[in-house]
């Protein structure tokens, strides 16, 4: 019995020396904790060959000291810690290979998406006077804000479903604008200027006064609404824009547009009207589609001047 015992403690001590004095001795060499995670992994590797080692040559007894060892620290608050460390190694480990993963799906899609030949814009079967953008990233662009840019300058109305800026996650929330000849523009969200777009830079753009009223109201997001309108959402993985023709009977595609920021160049070709800057791709788009100038120039003929 005594034998057994001592035998025992033998593998217990063993596997103290082995497991933890190589590791403290790491860890007292400058900048170790860089390598923290390589402790818990080198620690139970020794665990594991010894007992399996002492199994395989008949020294059950001192594999017995091993495993109490193990159970000891594993119950132990160092043991907990160092599970908790694995786990979380192991996790970042997975985690930051699925992202690869699908940073490389994303970019051999966005490849796929850049060299697709693109068909030029069918044009609406009708006039409509509804505009909806839904989920369309509308920030950092253009100066003044699309919505009231369409309304005044179109006269239509403009539904906004979404997110307005890159990085914000979609909303149900939905914005109607709509444009009225009014000697009274007072209301909560209403009024006679033109906002500026939001801008990523610090220089927003200043709001224009224009000779007409905006009407903006918060309005719930019908899913099934099949009012004839205008529609543009976007398709992520290509960063382009789908732009839709919707009917009472059905949804139209009028096609796809990609903006190649690099190169400030449209695909399909797109005529960007006189003046407009080349990147300010929603007032491209709709201009083309709806075949109307939308672009500052255009904008400034409907300013006035007002004293405060």
Not at 30 to 42: D, E, N, R, Y
Not at 138 to 162: K, P, W
Not at 240 to 268: K, M, N
Request: charged fraction near 20%; hydrophobic fraction near 45%; aromatic fraction near 6%.
């Amino acid at each position: 019995m005594k034998r057994y015992f001592l035998e025992v403690l033998y593998g217990f001590v063993v596997t103290v020396v082995l497991a933890l004095l190589p590791p403290i001795a790491f860890l007292a060499m400058p900048a170790a904790g860089f390598f923290l995670f390589v402790v818990p992994l080198w620690s139970i590797g020794v665990v594991c060959l010894l007992f399996f080692g002492l199994l395989i040559f008949g020294r059950i007894p001192a594999a017995i000291g091993v495993a109490l060892f193990a159970v000891a620290v594993a119950l132990s608050p160092v043991g907990q810690a160092a599970i908790a460390l694995v786990e979380a190694t192991d996790k970042e480990i997975k985690d930051s290979a699925q992202r690869a993963q699908r940073d490389e799906d994303a970019q051999r899609k966005f490849r796929e998406c850049a060299t697709t030949d693109y068909a030029p814009l069918k044009k609406p079967s009708a006039r409509h006077d509804l505009v909806v953008l839904k989920n369309i990233d509308r920030c950092g662009t253009q100066n003044y804000e699309i919505a009231d840019t369409v309304a005044v300058l179109a006269g239509m109305r403009v539904i906004e479903i979404g997110r307005a800026c890159w990085g914000n996650p979609p909303s149900p929330q939905a914005w109607e604008t709509i444009t009225e000849h009014s000697s009274s523009c007072v209301g909560e969200h209403d009024s006679a200027e033109v906002r500026g777009a939001p801008r990523l830079g610090p220089s927003p753009t200043a709001s224009l006064a224009v000779d007409v009223c905006l009407r903006r109201t918060k309005i719930p997001d019908p899913p099934g609404d099949r009012t004839p309108a205008i529609v543009l959402r976007p398709i992520p993985a290509c960063r382009a824009i789908e732009v839709v023709e919707r009917t009472e009977s059905g949804d139209i595609e009028l096609g796809r547009v990609h903006y190649d920021s690099r190169l400030q160049r449209y695909y399909p070709d797109l005529a960007v009207p006189e003046g407009m800057p080349q990147n300010n791709s929603l007032n491209v788009i709709l201009s083309e589609v709806l075949q109307q100038d939308l672009g500052d120039k255009a904008l400034m003929q409907r300013a006035v001047t007002t004293t405060k």
